[in-house]
């Protein structure tokens, strides 16, 4: 086993390996920074001070370990050498491989060399200390541990491996949080006690002396634990099962699958929590709401780069007993996490999307993951598919930019019952969408008017707003052309008010439902357009502010009419047309004010479009415009014609 170090420096003496898997082996150069030597004078006060260097950082692009050597001054102080290692993302980010790491292991193999060929005797004073320039000041106020060792060594020209010096030692980060390694780096000092030299051969940052982990969680267990990992021609694997075994492996899909005894294997055996590393590649981990999904009640460390993972589908799906923070490192390379928090419902934190460049498809990705705060959507540009992603965020407090989400066609569910999500959409980016059914639906927070017009391609706007009661104003249907289905899209959002603009909607073949039960809505809407519509049942239901005379004339083509304006009560008049196609029509009227000429005109219009076995019922009309006593001669005869045809009316007249 190799160790894994965030860096490594050779000076070509001794050629070494620390590296990980994926990284050039080569060794690293040695840099002469004599031009940014310490300055003891002014900012080393004593042997444990911090040196600054003139340049600092030294350097933020290639990670290198920077090699600074020096001979004592005209006051005979004593020579300094520093390594710093630096850990800026890239070739050494430990954040984006552990974030959460306490403490490592720092090695340093030294050796002494004689400026003047001698063998010289020396002591070195090491300092290891981490330094965070993000702590404002920086400094020693960010220094969290420091550690010296004085060694006597007596060096010679060769690489001989008994002559070369090892200083070991445990860093622990005493920071408040896990120190973010990317976010700072590691100073190795010595200072001599003569003007002899030291050299380096290697500086080695370790994690326990192993590689990082691909994957941790915890469980807590009674009895069994089976992973959930699938046969895959790629796994090569190590595991440790938390109970002191320690590592075991390497595993392949020979030895699948993998069963833990807690109760009997292990030098301790017993029930409790255990934490569970797996290291190496796995490209298929998967509880997928089955198995012992139930026992896992913390994710520490999931590093899908490391696993050679690209499809986390169902990875922690019903685990609702995570009680820790959403944790989510080198995610790059997936492209399907469908169903991978589903309900994990006491999973908290976060989710930090930024890594999620190559994700197409995150269908329940985070449903019912009710603890959960807003997260930002950047990262998502090649996201396609987002089927209910985020249902149920019920701590999501804010609503996202969704300008990122330029690839999304199926936004289908996205935020549903968002309930608590805050402020008025912005649809800027959504140009590629063609679904938005519920995307919004039951997000009873959200606020004010939603512009439509980014959404170009748009074809299913389905419940799209559905209760959403917080909005408001009259909705720009004319800034969708391209939409096809607009049932229940506004249904009972009854803060709405004016008439909405329904202009151009040309391509529209449902309406069931689109502003039922919107209360706050008046005028009179304007159906022109609705030229393709087949069906309108309860399109204006219980919307009792519209009033007026309405015209469904152009409606040709609609065959069901049930409850489309049932208890609109505003309305007063009806303007039939040509009824070429409509045959149902069921409470149609109930509760509505037309008057008794306008449901002549409609009865007589039923009767001329020759139309067979029908249904209609437009009984119980407050103004009794219902009663076949209020019915022309034309429109009696309509009535007994269309019996004739097989219609059956229902109800009182």
Known sequence: MWPLCCCQLDSGLCPGACIRPGFSASPISLG?????????????????????????????????????????????????????????????????????????????????????????????????????????????????????????????????????ATYETALTVTDDDPVEWDDCWLEILTQEDDVEGLEFSSIEICVDGLPLPSLGFDVNVTTTMTLPIEANASNNFTVDWGDGAGILGPFTDADLPLTRDYTTDGPAPGAGVYTIIIRGTCPRFSFDNLGDDALVVAVNALDAAALGMTDASGMWSGCSNIVSDVVMDNMDAVTDASKMWLNCSGMTGTPDLSKCTSLVTATEMFADCILLTTPSLTGLSSLQNAFQMFRSNWGWLTVPSLSPLTALVDGEGMFYDCKNMVGTPSLTGLGNLTSGWSMFEKCTSITGNVDLSPLTSITNGQSMFAECSGLTGAPDLSAIPTLVFANSMYSLCTGLTGTPTLSGLTSVTGCTSTFNGCTGLTGTPNLSAFTAVTGAIGMWKDCTGITGTIDISAMTASVFFNNMFQNCSGLTGLTPGALTAGKFWTDTFTGTNVSAAGIDSWLIALDTAGLTNGQYDYSTMPNNAHLDSARSGAASTAITNLGTSGWTRNGSY
């Open 32 to 164: 002469n920074w004599d031009a940014n030597r310490w300055n003891g004078e002014d900012n080393c006060g004593n042997t444990l001070a911090y040196p600054y260097l003139t340049n600092d950082p030294p350097d933020t692009s290639d990670d290198e370990l920077t090699y600074i050597r020096h001979a004592p001054d005209s006051l005979g102080r004593p020579s300094r050498y520093g390594v710093r290692v630096a850990c800026w993302g890239g070739y050494s980010s430990f954040a984006d491989q552990f974030s959460s790491i306490t403490d490592a292991t720092v090695r340093v193999r030294g050796k002494a060399v004689s400026n003047s060929g001698g063998s010289p005797d020396m002591d070195a004073l090491f300092q290891v200390w981490t330094f965070n320039p993000e702590i404002p000041g920086g400094g020693a106020t960010a220094m969290t541990n420091q550690a010296t060792q004085t060694f006597t060594q007596a060096g010679t020209a060769q690489c001989d491996s008994a002559n070369w």
